[in-house]
């Protein structure tokens, strides 16, 4: 597609709820991030998946978050009994890896409210 | 690892004023530096990058910023603001493994008429 799109936009949900964000990275990128954003603050970085190796999850902070992507496709980021600290704006971003810095493209985020 | 202090949390200028928003970075190796801009209920936007060419970095929307490895700083700066300039700015520093992008907590600017 012709952007980073991320479902969905708002969620609410109560505490020990289970939850699944979704995120559709710009076709051909080979590298996708998930970054959380908590009100005020910067992006706390989570996970990082980059073709067919192993994923970087050391951001995840706690074994309640987990995320997964099938190739260089769809990328879906599940929080188990979900938490109020959980309560935030996470944020896909995808890139084409190649020589030199990359630069991200970010999804417009899914907030999700934790009751 | 490598890190980035945005030394500002809040900056607030009047339209047609100078902006000046500060990062100070620290990184064991030659780092490569950006600056995003999150405008309220949107994603995420490169506003510029550097990756060790010119010191003096140009963006979008007549911003730029400076590389300078004597203080370890890259602070973005404006000559003349805009409304539309109201926005979160991020500094991001990352070296080596592209993965490891650090973010600053952010600076968040507004502009008065």
């Known amino acids: 597609g012709a952007g980073v799109s991320q479902s969905p936009s708002n969620k609410v949900t109560e505490k020990g709820k289970d939850v699944e964000l979704r995120c559709d990275p710009i076709s051909g990128h080979t590298a996708l991030y998930w970054y959380r954003q908590r009100l005020g603050q910067g992006l706390e970085f989570l996970i990082y998946f980059q073709g067919n190796s192993a994923p970087d999850k050391s951001g995840l902070p706690s074994d309640r978050f987990s995320a997964e992507r099938t190739g260089e496709s769809v990328s879906t980021l599940t929080i188990q009994r979900t938490q109020q600290e959980d309560s935030a704006v996470y944020l896909c971003?995808?890139?084409?890896?190649?020589?030199?810095?990359?630069?991200?493209?970010f999804g417009a985020g899914s907030r999700l409210t934790v009751l | 690892a490598q890190s980035v202090t945005q030394l500002d949390s809040h900056v607030s200028v009047s339209e047609g004023t100078p902006v000046l928003l500060r990062c100070n970075y620290s990184?064991?190796?030659?780092?490569?530096l950006f600056w995003y801009v999150q405008h309220p209920n949107k994603g995420l936007q490169l506003l510029l990058k550097y990756t060790s060419a010119a010191t003096l970095v140009k963006g979008i929307n007549g911003f730029e910023a400076e590389f300078k490895k004597s203080e370890t700083s890259f602070h973005l700066t404006k000559p003349s603001a805009h409304m539309s300039d109201a926005a979160e700015y991020f500094c991001v520093v990352t070296q080596g493994n592209n993965n490891d992008m650090r973010f600053g907590a952010g600076t968040r600017l507004t502009v008065k008429p």
């Open positions: 990184s064991s190796y030659s780092p490569s």
């Open positions: 971003a995808s890139s084409l890896v190649r020589g030199g810095a990359n630069v991200l493209t």
